[in-house]
């Protein structure tokens, strides 16, 4: 079955720090894996996603994600962190024979000022 | 370019009551989702539409909920009748490509259903 993990509901970071929010994942065959953020009272944004190619992925305001096959992980991460990157993170998974698209169940990131 | 419209924004019902959420996709794009989002968990898909015909709905609970897609523009879903747990956020979202996983989904901004 496909699954995704979330293992933290909760990360606070100082502002300037550099920021991970991890995601693992378990899918038959091959992943397409994305990262998605919600502001309160808005919908889902999309960050950036991983096909195929090279496992680092950049993608909006500055974050980048990890792909590693090995670890059967997809981390996001930010060099330096800023107060408005406050938000809840998610991240979900696709293989590549199926229709469903499953969500983890998000981390709050907090950026403390 | 627009993004995904949804509407009503907010609404709350009695249990039992009925109540059907409207969705406008993202000019052009073929493909428009449903989800339902409870409160603390990750978004969960219900139904998917590749323009006007379905392309997954095992998720969705048919003996009270039901989509449509007719003209395979915008779309309807309809909870009938409302039970307690069905309280949520309800998210659309749309994409350009068909089936296949790679392509990118837009979300619109919501609607809140409460169930009293």
């Known amino acids: 079955a496909q699954s995704v993990a979330q293992p933290e509901d909760q990360v606070n970071v100082a502002e300037g720090n550099p920021l991970t929010v991890k995601c693992t994942y378990s899918?038959?065959?091959?992943?397409?894996l994305f990262w998605y953020v919600q502001y309160p009272n808005r919908g889902l944004q999309f960050l950036l996603k991983?096909?195929?190619?090279?496992?680092l992925v950049k993608g909006s305001y500055g974050f980048e994600a990890e792909f590693n096959k090995s670890q059967t992980s997809f981390h996001l991460k930010k060099p330096s962190a800023l107060v408005s990157d406050s938000a809840l993170y998610f991240c979900?998974?696709?293989?590549?024979?199926?229709?469903?698209?499953?969500f983890g169940t998000g981390t709050s990131l907090t950026v403390i000022p | 370019e627009a993004g995904v419209a949804q509407s009503p924004r907010y609404k709350i019902i009695e249990k039992r009551q009925s109540v059907a959420f409207w969705c406008n996709p993202i000019?052009?794009?073929?493909?428009l989702y449903w989800y339902q989002q409870i409160l603390g968990q990750g978004p969960k898909l219900l139904i998917q539409f590749q323009n006007n015909g379905v392309v997954d709905d095992s998720q969705l609970p048919k003996d009270r909920f039901s989509a449509e897609r007719l003209k395979g523009v915008d779309s309807t879903l309809k909870i009938q009748p409302a039970k307690l747990e069905d309280s949520a956020v309800y998210l659309c979202?749309?994409?350009?490509?068909?089936?296949?996983?790679?392509?990118?989904?837009?979300f619109g901004p919501g609607t809140r259903l409460t169930v009293l």
């Open positions: 979202a749309s994409s350009s490509a068909g089936t296949g996983g790679t392509d990118t989904q837009y």
């Open positions: 899918v038959s065959g091959n992943p397409y």
């Open positions: 979900a998974v696709r293989d590549n024979t199926g229709n469903q698209f499953y």
């Open positions: 991983y096909i195929t190619g090279d496992n």
């Open positions: 000019s052009g794009h073929a493909t």
